[in-house]
């Protein structure tokens, strides 16, 4: 367990990846920051799940409200820094919304997610009864959506596939 929470924290610029049986590993983030699309194509490549038979719940990461500085409208990457990093994801992930949505019906996907306004919230002063008082309003909020969607559906039991992965060794 402490291996998958290392990887799954090892995002760059952040925190060093994760070497775990002679692997380097960093955040699946870097690869798919909102896997929705990833999800759907697995279920339906190798699963053989319909598209329509789908009820996707995505829940983000409650993202930050950003209002960039009028001199990024002119700026190089140079002067675009962490904010260039923040737009990327941000667009790879309402990218793989769109697609997801489109892929399975807007009205079998659900996201969760809401934008946490700027400074609410910094890693070095969280106070934990705050974040809890936070989670509850949010929680609140989307309660009736997810029990018209999702609270009366039982899955079947997962069977995992059969199948093996060679690893290459260097």
Partial sequence: MVDVGLATAAAPVYFQAADVDQTRLIDGGVWANNPSVVAITEAYSMLGVPFEKMRILNIGTMGTVTDHSPRLHNAGILRWDTAAISGILTASSRSSIGTARHLVGFDR??????????????????????VAAYAGE?????????????????????????????????
């Fill in 109 to 130: 996907f659900v996201r969760f997610d809401v934008d946490v306004p700027p400074k609410r919230f910094t890693l070095d002063t969280i106070d934990a009864k705050q």
């Fill in 138 to 170: 949010v929680g609140r909020q989307f309660s009736p959506a997810f029990t018209e969607k999702f609270a009366g559906h039982r899955a079947t039991a997962y069977e995992p596939l059969k199948t093996h992965v060679t690893r290459l060794k260097p």
